[in-house]
């Protein structure tokens, strides 16, 4: 087996009365994402992690912003669609370590559902995915809850090797 990683990153604006979809799940708040899809954050920082780690570009590349197909798109299609491209060239899902970063609202009890939504659409055990949550002290676009970023890093590994 050979070890690839790879890392993912995402950002979208909030605004006032748009739904705040977060791992999957709609996370209740006066404010959402603003996206060409449901600008689920958190999981296009993953998808972008896999495509990386198995050298397959990023998720502009394989979902475009500038197509109407994918305009409104429930993100778990996105990332359903993703685990099978990096299953497709051989690879399996290691583990996944990600960071979401926003001011408000806290969302630590939202994790659990996040980690079980996820590892269902990824085929993954749910100890395979880590999911972290920070603000950034109310400094910057996220301190002043105009935005909303994530991280994340993904391990997959080859079995074709």
């Known amino acids: 087996m050979i070890p690839r990683i790879g890392f993912g990153f995402d950002t979208h604006r909030l605004e006032e009365w748009t739904e705040l979809w977060l791992g999957g799940v709609l996370v209740p708040h006066t404010k959402g994402a603003v996206g060409h899809s449901d600008a689920d954050v958190l999981i296009h920082a993953i998808c972008d992690a896999l495509l990386g780690a198995a050298a ?8 475009p912003d500038t197509s109407d197909e994918f305009k409104g798109i429930d993100s778990k299609i996105l990332l359903k669609n993703t685990c099978h491209l990096i299953r497709e060239q051989g690879y399996s899902i290691g583990n996944i370590d990600s960071t979401l970063v926003l001011q408000t609202p806290k969302i ?3 994790i ?3 980690v079980r939504v996820l590892s269902d659409v990824m085929g993954t055990s749910p100890g395979c995915l ?3 949550a920070k603000t950034s002290e109310t400094l910057g676009f996220i301190g002043r809850e105009e935005g ?3 991280y994340a890093v993904a391990l997959i590994v080859s079995l074709r090797d």
């Open 56 to 63: 397959l570009g990023d998720i502009g590349t394989h979902f």
């Open 108 to 110: 630590s009890k939202y």
């Open 112 to 114: 659990p559902e996040m």
């Open 130 to 132: 880590s999911i972290k």
């Open 148 to 150: 909303v970023s994530a």
